[in-house]
């Protein structure tokens, strides 16, 4: 049970912070709340990613002259991913702020419920 667990933590680790954004997400009403369950699951995500492209004792994928064994470099396109999806993800974090700052300044609450009912 140990030796599964050592093996496999980054990928527990990424399923719990999925599976609590989730939770976050689904069950809270204000808005606030509810966009930092995105940010948690979007971590989650790319915790995920990057595990799989993980390789123990694994070179960086850098050619050289000494040819260094393909079999134990590391794959660089889940980096590249991850990389690329922190930046898109730092974007809608901060377009869904500012949305939320729009929303209380137009209704005077955060919570979904209250605003769902509510006219435009």
């Known amino acids: 049970m140990i030796n599964f667990l050592q093996n496999n933590i980054f990928y527990i680790s990424a399923f719990g912070l999925i599976l609590i954004g989730l939770f976050i997400m689904l069950s809270k009403r204000n808005l606030i709340k509810v966009i930092i369950g995105l940010s948690i699951l979007e971590t989650g995500v790319n915790l995920f990613i990057v595990t799989l492209g993980f390789l123990s004792k694994g070179t960086a994928p850098i050619f050289s002259k000494s040819g260094l064994d ?45 605003i769902k009912e509510q006219k435009w």
């Open 70 to 114: 393909m079999q134990k470099m590391v794959d660089p396109v889940p980096q590249a991913l991850v990389l690329t999806a922190i930046v898109i993800g730092l974007a809608v974090l901060a377009l869904a702020l500012s949305l939320a700052i729009r929303l209380y300044n137009h209704f005077g609450t955060l919570n979904l419920q209250k």
